[in-house]
Every structure is written in structure tokens, then in C-alpha cells.
């Protein structure tokens, strides 16, 4: 029993998987970009709310909030710290 081989695909593999190589890199380089953009985006907003909660605090610190007594001042400090920021 001989087969006879198909000229046509004969070296098919090497430039299937050339393509899919190249297919796949191009899929890690998107999901890896995207996850740094992720990251940034958390720091970005971390950073802001801890400048919109320092901002409270110095608000609430200063004299011109008279309404703003001791009790008020030690609940901004605590929630700085469960920020976790």
C-alpha cells in the first residue's frame, strides 16, 4: 500500500504557524497594553482621591469652618487611612 503525496500541501505547517505566531503576539502585545493601561488608570485615581480627601481635611482643618469640631476632624483623619492609598 503506497500513498501518494499531495504536492499542494506539501510545507503547509511552517507558514500556518508563522501566521499564528505573529496573530498571537499581536494578541498578548493588546492584552498586556491594555492591563498597563488599567494600572495606570487606578493610580491616576487613587492619586486623585487622596488630593480630593487632603483637600477635604484642609478645608475642614482651617478656621474658617467654624462648624468643624474635634469630632468631625478625627473622622477625616480615619478615613485617610482606610483609603488604603
Known sequence: ???RRNSRRSGAVAPLVALLLVVL???ISIVLEE???L???RR???AADAAAMAGACVLCLTPAW???DVEDRINFSKMDYRNHF
Do not use: F, H, L, Y
Request: a negative charge; hydrophobic letters at 40%.
Open 1 to 3: 500500500m503506497t500513498r
Open 25 to 27: 503576539c499581536v494578541v
Open 35 to 37: 492591563g498597563m493601561m
Open 39 to 41: 494600572s495606570e488608570s
Open 44 to 46: 491616576a485615581q487613587a
Open 66 to 68: 467654624p462648624e468643624c
